[in-house]
């Protein structure tokens, strides 16, 4: 079978992640990348050997990235003529115009989380849906908060049955390269309550109960989770338990934080950069094994979500459930992890 | 009758403004404040006129005074020795061996949340529980935090009869002063699940079930609660009914953020510098009035609260409660607030 | 002699400031000050009994105060017209429509910062250049950074006849109650080198030659100037006497940091909150005593800025130059800070 | 010739580094690194299959590591004892007990700029005197601030003949995995003027007259200096061949700020993370082209140093110094460079 040919449509802080990603896999390559003009973030896709193409068809723009030293492969039309699907990573609010753009030129598309639910109707991460994303021709890989809450959540609540949640996120409040950003020395909460982070899980899951409250905190690195979830009578699950449910679910991290001296989320990303992937990214979602607790049916515990990355493996595995290539959710898992997440074991 | 003569044993962060407060009241005055030695914070003490005393009645310490500048009216017990009773704002872990000391010399004392509960097996705010505190020879005034949930909770608990409650407590990681603390750019969860913050509550009104998770974020400025309560059948509540309790209540400001500007705690201290109180303070927990909503049983709110102040005005109503100068609460709370509260309507 | 009939057009952080200044001199007095509409600042005006103007004359805009609850007592055009002398404390950027406006009405008018030296051709601090703006039409005060180099260089300058500067600003990125702004993690080097910072030291001392390197820090509070200052030879001075030149300056606070534990900017502005002032402002430069070392002719020192409130005393001081009602700049400085400043010995 | 055999004393945020580094060059192999216990960081070494040693010989303690799950290879004996050459990478203050053990030994050693000169009276840049330390017993590779005064301000002295520099250090207060250390919202000016800083360069470039003051500043990312450099009459310089003079220096970047959108210290390691070395690191110097401007015989520019790495090359060029396998100081950068510096044309 061909490898399926992807494209990538904005490539920034999402689309340089998730270009290395399809590179790295078998069964998969890198069509094309899009810029608006030319400007550094080109430097990275032509060392990278990715064709670079221009999102606007518009001539003049094609060839303003000659005179800025870059060969521009053509228009975005050009690109997905000759791509089986494209990720959309696009600063979001353009989802509906080039939603229309790719169903014009019937290609499959993802887009991500900075797009409603509603956009294509179908939402997705690895361990929730996949069966139900398989051979669609859109969907939308939920956020970065989404897709850490779906990773605990949805195993729990497979034990489970049922689950009804409560999650306070403390959000980071910039990326690291974003230096406009504030606040400096406040904390802002987000005063529509409750929040709309919390039920967006339902899109993926709808069977999980969940409400959110969120404040933003002046941090550029990883959201936190403190969660509360009510266990159904009959759960017979306790505080280690849970801890072993998750330890056994892929792109979950477990581990003592006073212990390994892993206390905040400046030591959890030190620990990613020691890792060496690419970035200093962390794919995986980070729970304090020392912060979890059973108290009778509800469980508290806390979470650590890279925001820059974590969504990244799911887009791959995405790529598959569209195109119908894996149809068994951990195999693709396995598969993506295998080519970009050389995880030594902890 | 005569006044009430307050001794302060430790002029720091809290110590100074429990004086400045009390001065203020016409039924009570300072008889002193103790430091360690002489320092910068000296300085304070005799502009404002306090009469400065050693915390110990080493002769050499107090000497020490002398030669730096400073008059030192004697140790510890020639200050407790002409008072009727001693706010202990010492920096903690101490508790037992002042307490020791206080009840040698047969003086009331006051304590700060930095203490057990323990050590005086009785705590104290203002709208919980002034009455089980009249005539006690030692309490303790609960920690800013613990103080802050009391003026929300109380009034809400006791128009249910019950209540249930979770609450995430999003930390400020050190004063405005306090320069060496960090962390700069991470999130720090406390790790023990529930924290001992939100419980510590009971020790001023057992009736209320509550736990607490807790993160300290980078900021100087305000500590931030997001909490959900729930509240029993029929509690015939709704949002806008629970926000004009919450108005009705003494130190407690309930404004919009949005509408106002005042969407983070930024601008909340802001907003106190305006007022013109002492350090910029703001005694007052601030609710946000559109952060508040009321799904089915279930209460969403967000307060904040100035950790450096609000505990300030409960010190004074203990004194009245302790000395049985004043047994209604409200009462109390009222002479207070007029003293050092001047603020305006909003 | 009549009281000078003050207004002040623009009443936020640097407005509020200095009507409340005003407000507290004997010779002076605030007849009103503009908001663009209703909103919670002009609370704040309410409050102080400064009569609240529209910054339009548009009677919509007017009438749109009483729909806020706010009783508006005319335009722009209104305030004007009885006062003597308007100081803009405007956003900046109007200063020329501004000014023609002032003009118009045939008032004085003081600009902030803000605006450029070219506007009115004439800028102004009171150590400087008080005698060059008597009886002028307009002004401008400058910067605070710019007032703070006056306060520490004109005083060498004038003892040693002539001064060569290099200045490096350590700037804070935001206001404290500006919730918007970052850089969160992260140092912005200004570009345009020299910066314009030290340069207009010129517009109100054209005799000290002066550049500057600039940087933006992630910090609410205070920048630093880290000085260079190269003395003429036959100077005749030595650290000790620089620093007692400093010492007998007005508006100069020169205070050893280690030995006071005011070792950060932190502190600085934690003791500036003891002394009382409103806002916890401090209007006086900082200069660190045990950081300042004369090498041969090179002179080295930091000196610490509060960004809100430095430039106040001298819009104080600007009305009485303009107004020609005290020739004298120090005992025009004397009379305002005796006002205001009530700034125990330390 | 058989590979130079080098043992890491201390396995910590330099020593991973300084490992990671020989590991990749193909003249030199790493014996083993040594951990005072079985801790997280020991993972690392596994995974790098680095031998474990314990930095002590005590056998309780190297029997520690089998308990904590790790294989421990021996006492730090062990390990210089099949070395030719030891990075000490201990966190400083044991450099003279150190010293002792190696000469013990008789093997030779490189320490790091957290100790002194006087330790070895001999240290390192590989610009300013590779020759001088060929096949010396013992030297020490600056900190990573003189180590990026060396990189531009030697090749500037090289080619004018003399220089007089004035440096601002504007420093980062803790790096980005040490979470507990401040100042959170505060600039700390280092009030031991002039600093130690800059005139450390002089241990590695006497000729260069150097003077600096230092701030420290709350971000975990990179230092920056802002640099006054006075020619000597008759440079024969420009702006624009200052600029050409770097950009042919090995190990610094030189690049517009404002067009390549890299303006501040966020951008720029956001940009190191791109090119994709391990730990998002930056071995060269950054500075900003558009910062750079000579006025007369004065050139004023702004340089950012990232802390963690920028000695990590220069300690395996000293390597080849003390060991006299590259006896010119440009063919070690290269070969250095190539082997882990895999930086795309910029």
């Known amino acids: 079978m061909s490898n399926t040919r992807v494209a990538i449509n904005g490539y920034g802080t999402i689309g340089k992640r998730v270009a290395d990603a399809v590179d790295a896999q078998d069964d998969m390559e890198i069509v094309g990348v899009t810029k608006t003009g030319p400007s550094f973030g080109c430097d990275l896709a032509v060392k990278k050997g990715f064709p670079l193409y221009c999102t606007s068809d518009d001539p003049e723009r094609i060839a303003s990235f000659a005179a800025g030293g870059y060969e521009c492969a053509g228009g975005l039309s050009d690109l997905l003529a000759s791509s089986d ?10 989802g509906e115009e080039n939603l229309a753009t790719y169903r014009t030129v019937g290609i499959k598309a993802i887009f991500q989380g900075g797009e409603k639910h509603a956009l294509t109707g179908l939402s997705y991460t690895s361990s929730a849906n996949h069966a139900a994303n398989l051979n669609a021709d859109a969907t939308r890989v939920v956020s970065c908060n989404t897709t850490g809450l779906s990773r605990t959540l949805v195993p729990l609540h497979d034990h489970c049955g049922s689950l009804k949640v409560e999650c306070t996120m403390i959000r980071r409040a910039a990326d690291p390269g974003d230096s406009k950003k504030g606040p400096i020395n406040a904390i802002k909460p987000v005063l529509k309550v409750p929040s709309h982070h919390g039920p967006d899980v339902k899109t993926v899951k709808p069977e999980i109960e969940i409400n959110s409250l969120a404040v933003a905190v002046p941090t550029t690195i990883m959201h936190v989770h403190a969660i509360i979830a009510d266990l159904p009578e009959g759960h017979g699950l306790s505080t280690e338990s849970v801890i072993d449910l998750w330890k056994a679910q892929p ?11 892993l206390t905040t989320t400046a030591e959890v990303m030190e620990m990613a950069r020691d890792i060496g992937r690419k970035w200093g990214d962390l794919h995986e979602i980070f729970v304090w094994e020392d912060g979890v607790s059973l108290q009778g049916d509800r469980l508290y515990y806390f979470q650590a979500i890279h925001q820059e990355s974590d969504v990244i493996p799911e887009n791959v595995d995405a790529i598959r459930a569209l195109m119908g290539t894996e149809t068994d959710w951990r195999a693709s898992v396995a598969r993506t992890d295998a080519a970009i997440s050389h995880y030594y074991n902890l």
Chains 1, 2, 3, 4 share one sequence.
């Open 85 to 94: 699907i494209v990720v959309d990573c696009s600063p979001g609010k353009h």
């Open 251 to 261: 792109r979950v991290i477990v581990m003592a934080g006073e212990a390994n001296r």
